[in-house]
């Protein structure tokens, strides 16, 4: 789950990390007085929508007065946002943050994430910040340094200070900065993040240190503990098909294709989209319907395939260890007698009453085409769908 930058330094501001002041608003009118209430002098306005790149896209505007603050949250509010991380269509800017302006000496990269090759939170900085760390990584690598956090210990104050001396940080703000590196490792541990990140990290003329940016992920797995954070999420910021799936207990992203996917288990699912693409279709989606799926389960993860225009065929790839094909079949028939499905529909069942889920679909009197392998069925719904174009 992703969240907004003024969310985000709310947490930060909770650990201790030090933030500009900020206003929110969802009006011209508002970013007017915001403004005004920071002084009437120079600041920021900042669309808020849940993607990187907004400052490229035309989404951070300075501004020297409240009324230019109002010109550019007009300009900004209810429009589209393109950057490289919404795709072309963008995203709606609903609200934008009014900020202080400062005075910056120095712009570093800072964040913490979980590196799964080592099962450990790993800190994440350098000399280079306000620009895309993958540009870094990409043309100077030796720019990015790092420190893998011992679970028991946490993040050490050594490692800490080792970081801000490879940053070249003066001497005076060492404490410092060794109070944001702890302090963002805390919030990271705390709200059991999966990305915390500052970029860019700033330096001001009179030797403050701030978080002129921040995005923080969160790892779902963890919601029961986190009632707090999942208090923050935006669903307007969210595919709403996602959202509808998330209702349900399905495990469901949305994708570029035109070929609609159930599945039930993570691994058999990638594995579907792996072969579609072998066979030259591109898949619509990743749905996995788990292996206690039952026949409301099913009918609604079917609902929310056919919800999007873009789908031309739906392919459905079921192991019946758990979840038993009969069960499925019968699911599968109910909702597509219910939507009226107009496009093909492959479906490849094996194991537990499979016999059963056959003769289900094959007594439907619904047009379905069977398959008895993965590469049969995506051989078959790819042709079909060719076959429309």
């Given amino acids: 789950m992703n969240i907004h930058e003024f969310q985000a330094k709310e947490i930060l501001k909770r650990f201790g990390v030090a933030v500009p002041q900020g206003i929110v608003a969802t009006t011209a009118e508002e970013a007017k007085a915001a403004a005004q209430q920071l002084g009437g002098g120079v600041a920021v306005v900042k669309a808020q929508i849940h993607a990187g790149g907004r400052g490229k896209g035309?989404?951070?505007?300075?501004?020297?007065?409240?009324?230019?603050?109002?010109?550019?949250a007009r300009q900004m509010l209810g429009r589209n946002l393109v950057t490289h991380q919404t795709g072309p269509e963008g995203r709606q800017v609903r609200r934008v943050l009014v900020e202080w302006g400062l005075e910056i000496k120095r712009e570093l990269y800072l964040a913490m994430v979980l590196d799964r090759a080592q099962s450990r939170v790993t800190v994440i900085c350098s000399s280079e910040g306000g620009v895309e760390i993958e540009e870094v990584a990409a043309k100077a690598p030796e720019k990015i340094l790092k420190e893998t956090v011992d679970p028991v210990v946490g993040l050490a104050a050594f490692q800490c200070r080792r970081l801000a001396f490879a940053l070249n940080i003066p001497s005076q703000l060492i404490g410092k900065t060794v109070a944001v590196m702890?302090?963002?490792?805390?919030?990271?541990e705390e709200t059991d993040a999966s990305l915390a990140e500052i970029n860019p990290l700033i330096i001001t003329q009179n030797g403050q240190i701030m978080a002129l940016d921040a995005k923080m992920n969160f790892d779902s797995n963890a919601f029961f503990r986190q009632k707090e954070i999942v208090a923050l999420r935006d669903l307007d910021e969210e595919d709403p098909r996602e959202v509808e799936a998330s209702q349900y207990d399905l495990s469901y992203i949305s994708l570029d294709g035109n070929i609609a996917c159930m599945v039930n288990g993570a691994g058999l699912a990638m594995a579907t989209m792996d072969i579609i693409k072998h066979h030259g279709g591109?898949?619509?989606?990743?749905?996995?319907?788990?292996?206690?799926?039952d026949e409301e389960k099913v009918a609604h993860a079917f609902r929310i395939l056919l919800a999007d225009s873009r789908v031309r065929g739906v392919l459905i790839n079921i192991f019946g260890g758990i979840m038993r094909c009969d069960v499925l079949a019968q699911g599968v028939v109910d909702a597509a007698r219910e939507l009226k499905i107009t496009?093909?529909?492959?479906?490849?069942?094996?194991?537990?009453?499979?016999?059963?889920?056959?003769?289900?679909?094959?007594?439907?009197?619904l047009k379905i085409i069977s398959a008895d392998t993965m590469a049969e069925a995506?051989?078959?719904?790819?042709k079909a769908v060719r076959s429309q174009e």
Avoid: H
């Fill in 58 to 72: 035309g989404g951070v505007k300075v501004v020297k007065s409240p009324e230019e603050a109002a010109d550019r």
């Fill in 282 to 293: 591109e898949p619509a989606n990743f749905l996995d319907v788990g292996g206690g799926a």
């Fill in 182 to 188: 702890q302090g963002l490792y805390r919030a990271f």
């Fill in 343 to 365: 496009v093909p529909l492959v479906v490849r069942m094996q194991g537990t009453n499979v016999e059963q889920g056959r003769q289900i679909l094959a007594a439907s009197g």
């Fill in 378 to 382: 995506a051989e078959k719904i790819v």
